[in-house]
């Protein structure tokens, strides 16, 4: 089992520049959630997924898109690229009943220069 | 959602003495979370707290969940330099994480 996969490890965009960050899961878990952890300021939390079809907004959605066609699968979406969204981005899966137990990606490195 | 405050957001100790983190919210949690995050690493669950007053441990790390489940906290024992990382409570619901408190380890 690979758990919790996510791509790229390390990206270098330019400002308005947009991409797609992927993470995919073999877990089979219902919920999906993307966060950004910046230095001092924790995880916050962008976009959520309770199940395939179903997103909802975070604490931080602005200049971020998902969606969520297979259960597999949460790609988070960035518009259109700014320095403020430096920062290191993790998915994480979770059961929809049971333990509230999050399990992490690797996390994706990114820089908006 | 629900909010937790965590403190101190630093601490340094020397190795084999005491560390305590403490996780507050001004609501009332059905169940609180511990994750450990290792320099580099991503959160890695520890445990999950659900009972009024609970107590659990895992060798040196001791879990109290509050009588009115508002707050909690994390004691490690005699830290060692594999417990150096940052410290998260996470709350229930749109799962809200605390800034998390990051030890480090003095030789």
């Known amino acids: 089992n690979a758990g919790v996969t996510q791509t790229p490890k390390f990206q270098v965009l330019k400002t308005g520049q947009s991409m797609t960050l992927q993470c995919a899961q073999d877990?089979?878990?219902?919920?999906m959630s993307w966060y950004r952890q910046d230095p001092g300021m924790g995880l916050r939390l962008i976009h959520y997924s309770v199940g395939a079809g179903i997103t909802d907004q975070g604490e931080v959605p602005n200049g971020y898109n998902v969606s969520r066609s297979t259960t597999e699968d949460f790609p988070l979406r960035l518009l259109s690229a700014a320095p403020s969204q430096t920062s290191v981005y993790f998915c994480a899966t979770q059961r929809a009943s049971g333990s509230y137990e999050q399990y992490f990606g690797p996390g994706t490195r990114l820089t908006v220069t | 959602g629900q909010q937790v405050m965590q403190i101190p957001q630093y601490q340094h100790v020397q190795e084999g003495e005491d560390f305590t983190t403490y996780c507050n919210s001004s609501t009332t949690l059905s169940n609180i979370q511990w994750y450990k995050q290792r320099p580099g690493g991503h959160p890695v669950f520890l445990i999950q707290l659900v009972k009024s007053g609970e107590v659990k441990k895992q060798k040196r790390l001791t879990f109290q969940f509050g009588e009115a489940k508002k707050n909690s906290s994390l004691h490690i024992t005699a830290t060692q330099t594999t417990d150096v990382g940052t410290y998260f409570c996470?709350?229930?619901?749109?799962?809200?994480f605390g800034k998390g408190t990051r030890l480090h380890i003095l030789p």
């Open positions: 877990m089979n878990h219902e919920y």
């Open positions: 996470a709350g229930p619901g749109k799962i809200i």
